[in-house]
């Protein structure tokens, strides 16, 4: 397995949803991070889930994709309903709390388009 490589990503509609799941066994002890880069733009953050239980949205994200953990299971998942356009974006999982700077996986692609 590769560390952080997320999957999951797809073509859906608006209004659509996926999940997102990341590799994450080994990162029990960090903060986990979702963030997105869409076509032309820089990395955005969209969702963490602290090591303490805690958990943060972006504006974007927030009432519409719900993040969780199992440390157990090693996985890392991204919950994401009404889908839009905007939403479209590379999705990666990472290190860190509300940033976009740290440790990075391999992305999984998601367009949402009519």
């Known amino acids: 397995e590769v560390p952080l490589a997320a999957s999951g990503g797809g073509e859906v509609h608006p209004g659509g949803s996926l999940t997102l799941t990341c590799v994450a066994s080994?990162?029990?002890?960090?903060?986990l991070t979702w963030v997105r880069q869409a076509p032309g733009k820089g990395l955005e953050w969209v969702a963490s889930?602290?090591?303490?239980?805690?958990?943060a949205y972006s504006p974007a994200a927030k009432g519409r994709f719900t993040i969780s953990r199992d440390d157990a299971e090693g996985t890392l998942a991204l919950q994401m309903n009404n889908l839009a356009p905007e939403d479209t974006a590379v999705y990666h999982c990472?290190?860190?709390?509300?940033?976009?700077?740290?440790?990075r996986g391999q992305g999984t692609e998601v367009t949402v388009a009519s």
């Open positions: 990472a290190t860190g709390w509300k940033t976009t700077s740290g440790r």
């Open positions: 889930f602290s090591v303490r239980g805690f958990t």
């Open positions: 080994g990162f029990s002890d960090y903060d």
